[in-house]
């Protein structure tokens, strides 16, 4: 029994090396072959409209909701200490911060992610992939770099976007519910944001999106075992670019921290 367990935590262990030197190699070519022309521009248009445009519907209803949800929240323990006022800088802060590059990225992950992976695992089972490498054409550089452009071109213009859509949500529960006045709201919310606020969310958002894109790819170029594998390859991915992001997170919100006290 203690044999089957130490055996499944080296198979385990194996397998993320596995994972992570894979990764750490496509990123590497990746890099590499977004620097080397010639550059597909019409791909990147097209995945950038695919990335970004298409999420625009989903990311305004998701980031409207937190900031109704986060304004509600916190208005609940500030109305007992009479400190209403001081929503309108909490929730700036948290969502330019922290919830509109984390919540953006995981949106982005579950759509455009999935779909990457999806997309590449099915070119893989049926072979296409292979006929690109039998044509003269670099898959990473055809397939994988307009990804990666797009994505960590429009993952922070999408965070950008859902942080001004959350502070609207908060607005209109503080201006119409609370009654707060629209200039005292707008001159708090201001106030209280520096430009290291923005500049460590939208960095943030940049590094999130290309874990995206490098994981979703990566997933789908790895694809074995028909359909069936392909299902489990988008689950893998949009597990892994979960975990990734919230440990990204983490690791640049200490950094910032520290360097930008």
């Not at 894979?22 to 590499?32: R, S």
């Not at 109704?68 to 969502?95: D, P, W």
């Amino acid at each position: 029994m203690f044999t089957d367990f130490f055996i499944n935590i080296g198979h385990r262990a194996i397998s993320f090396m596995y994972f992570f030197g894979g990764l750490t190699k496509l990123t590497l070519q990746t890099v590499y072959l977004t620097f080397k022309p010639p550059y597909k521009n019409e791909r990147i248009i097209e995945q950038a409209k695919k990335a970004g445009f298409d999420s625009f519907p989903i990311v305004s209803v998701v980031a409207l909701f937190i900031g109704f949800i986060f304004a509600l929240q916190t208005a609940y323990f500030m109305q007992r200490i009479g400190s209403e006022i001081y929503i309108a800088s909490l929730v700036a802060l948290t969502v330019v911060r922290e919830l509109g590059p984390v919540i953006t990225a995981l949106i982005v992950a579950g759509r455009v992610g999935a779909s990457n992976t999806a997309e590449l695992g099915s070119m893989q089972v049926t072979e296409q992939i292979d006929a690109l490498e039998t044509l003269a054409t670099n898959p990473v550089k055809y397939l994988v770099v307009p990804r990666f452009v797009a994505l960590s071109m429009m993952l922070p213009l999408l965070t950008l976007y859902a942080n001004i859509i959350g502070i609207l949500g908060s607005y209109l529960i503080c201006v119409v519910k609370l009654g707060i006045t629209s200039s005292m709201y707008m001159y708090v919310t201001f106030s209280s944001l520096l430009y290291k606020d923005l500049f460590t969310g939208l960095f943030k958002s940049w590094i999130f999106g290309m874990i995206i894109a490098l994981i979703s790819c990566y997933e789908g170029f790895n694809v074995e075992g028909g359909a069936e594998g392909v299902g489990k390859a988008t689950t893998r991915s949009v597990v892994f670019t979960f975990i990734m992001i919230i440990a990204a997170d983490c690791f640049f919100t200490a950094l910032f921290y520290f360097i930008f006290p």
